[in-house]
């Protein structure tokens, strides 16, 4: 039943001139669900993520969000309920990190000051970086600053969130303070699509794990089913490949 | 320098009545060449090939003659078509659209340097573009082209005087009138250039504050 699904991706396509990057992917998350999407550089991970919140404008397919189809007359109240994380964090540098989890709130949302503050130190509470609200992101570590943008992403009240590879950027020793922030999240329930090769988390947190290659999706399965016993030369290669790297 | 003093003394009040007409003549033209300036960078950053090309051939153009030709040309030239100014506004014209050029390709430096990822990020959490221009990119664009835009507004202020040569009674003007009937345009023009000494360095001082008032870490590096 599409309808209780909260995001659901029908057979999206996308073209470069003459690549072909996503060759109609389909996906769809129930309510709480986690799903990792792995695969190997280049496979289509970041644009199928951009696509969903028309980021980058699929060539065809369908989102639904709730039901309701993503177009561009709704395009802007449609990512207000999608949070994004990216791979670079991308926090606003002239705004302190309070100011980073209210400015959405306020211009989008249309939030007052008063809420948009209580709600942004309510998410900052919850990745444990409430006493650097007045901090800039410069003054911060990659690791701190992922974690503003995941309380930045939060405080907009998603019905999902979308992470493009957020511990990417991050040196070794910082990614655990992310990835605990989203193992966090998933098991309090939020629906998430989250692209990574921290495979601790996918075993642990994810529902499903989706394997892409060449704009396809190769194989999804259950983290079990993915690590233990893929069916595809190719997954198994590519799990090894991650294991011996990560 | 007794004599330097008692002459001060006695024609410096009256020099000193070009003050608010260079300096208004400065501010409104400066000011007005700021926002010609941005919507010049829009053209070239976010328009069309029309307004690209646009705006291109517009800062070419008055980055590559001299103000005083664009000055005459406006008082003296354009009178042919029927359209007269009256010396001040002709001044004002001339110098806003000499500056916006040279505003405009400031600022494009500028808004180029910001990173694209948080224009990205403020589209992706819902904002419109406009919001994410205003909210996002100008603030950081505007702190990083403070220097160089601190500069021009000091190039544009010793700029007036030549709007003496059409008329307008600003400092210069003065100067060379005092000049002319004491005779002594040695000390008269000495003192003229204090007088801009003065000007230049307070502007340059409130701009200095500007830059660190505003400053915030890892949006410039001061
Ligand atoms: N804006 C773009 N223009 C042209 N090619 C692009 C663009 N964005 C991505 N690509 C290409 O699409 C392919 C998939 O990229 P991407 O979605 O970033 O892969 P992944 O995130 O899995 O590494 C790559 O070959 C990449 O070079
Ligand atoms: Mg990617």
């Known amino acids: 039943m599409s309808e209780s699904l909260v995001l659901d991706v029908r057979n999206v396509t996308k073209r470069y001139d003459s690549l072909e990057v996503l060759k109609g992917i389909s996906l769809g998350l129930n309510k709480g669900e986690t799903k990792v999407v792995i695969g190997p550089s280049g496979s289509g991970k970041s644009t199928l993520l951009r696509c969903v919140n028309h980021l980058t404008k699929p060539d065809a397919g369908e989102i639904y969000l709730e039901g309701e189809a993503i177009r561009d007359a709704n395009i802007n109240a449609m990512r207000a309920r999608m949070g994004f994380v990216f791979q670079d964090f991308n926090l606003f540098s002239h705004l302190n990190v309070l100011d980073n989890v209210r400015i959405c709130q306020m211009k989008v949302k249309g939030a007052d000051k008063k809420t948009a503050t209580h709600r942004a130190q309510q998410e900052l509470a919850r990745v444990g970086l409430e006493e650097k609200a007045s901090a800039y992101p410069a003054e911060l570590s990659g690791g701190q600053q992922q974690r503003v943008s995941i309380a930045r992403a939060l405080a907009m009240d998603p019905v999902v969130l979308l992470f493009d590879e957020p511990t990417s950027a991050l040196d070794p020793e910082l990614t655990g303070e992310v990835v605990r922030v989203m193992q966090q999240l998933a098991a309090e329930g939020m629906t998430m699509v989250v692209v990574t090769h921290e495979m601790s988390f996918a075993r642990q947190a994810a529902d499903e794990i989706i394997f892409m290659e060449n704009g396809h999706i190769v194989e999804q399965g259950s983290p079990d089913a993915m690590f233990s016993h893929s069916d595809h030369e190719r997954t198994r290669a590519f799990l090894n490949v991650i294991a011996d790297h990560g | 320098m007794p004599e330097f003093i008692t002459f001060g003394i006695k024609w410096l009040?009256?020099?000193?009545?070009?003050?608010?007409?260079?300096?208004?003549?400065?501010?409104?033209?400066?000011?007005?060449?700021?926002?010609?300036?941005?919507?010049?960078?829009?053209?070239?950053?976010?328009?069309?090939?029309?307004?690209?090309?646009?705006?291109?051939?517009?800062?070419?153009?008055?980055?590559?003659?001299?103000?005083?030709?664009?000055?005459?040309?406006?008082?003296?030239?354009?009178?042919?078509?029927?359209?007269?100014?009256?010396?001040?506004?002709a001044a004002v014209i001339a110098i806003t659209l000499n500056s916006a050029a040279y505003q405009a390709e400031y600022f494009r430096g500028s808004v180029l340097s910001v990173p694209k990822g948080q224009l990205t990020a403020a589209r992706a959490c819902g904002m419109t573009q406009w919001q994410a221009i205003c909210c996002i990119m100008l603030p950081q664009a505007l702190r990083r082209v403070l220097p160089q835009w601190s500069n021009e507004a000091i190039v544009e202020l010793k700029f007036t005087s030549i709007a003496y040569?059409?008329?307008?009674?600003?400092?210069?003007?003065?100067?060379?009138?005092?000049?002319?009937?004491?005779?002594?345009?040695?000390?008269?023009?000495?003192?003229?250039?204090?007088?801009?000494?003065?000007?230049?360095?307070?502007?340059a001082s409130f701009l200095g504050w500007l830059e660190r008032k505003t400053y915030v870490p890892g949006v410039t590096n001061v």
């Open chain 2, 165 to 203: 040569t059409i008329g307008v009674v600003e400092i210069t003007a003065l100067a060379s009138d005092i000049g002319s009937r004491t005779l002594d345009f040695f000390q008269i023009f000495l003192w003229a250039g204090l007088v801009y000494l003065v000007l230049t360095s307070s502007v």
């Open chain 2, 13 to 89: 009040p009256e020099l000193l009545k070009g003050v608010p007409i260079t300096l208004s003549l400065w501010a409104i033209a400066i000011t007005l060449g700021f926002f010609l300036g941005l919507v010049l960078t829009w053209a070239r950053v976010y328009g069309n090939r029309f307004f690209y090309w646009l705006s291109t051939v517009y800062i070419e153009l008055f980055r590559g003659t001299p103000m005083l030709v664009q000055m005459f040309f406006i008082y003296l030239g354009l009178p042919r078509f029927g359209i007269v100014f009256d010396a001040f506004t």
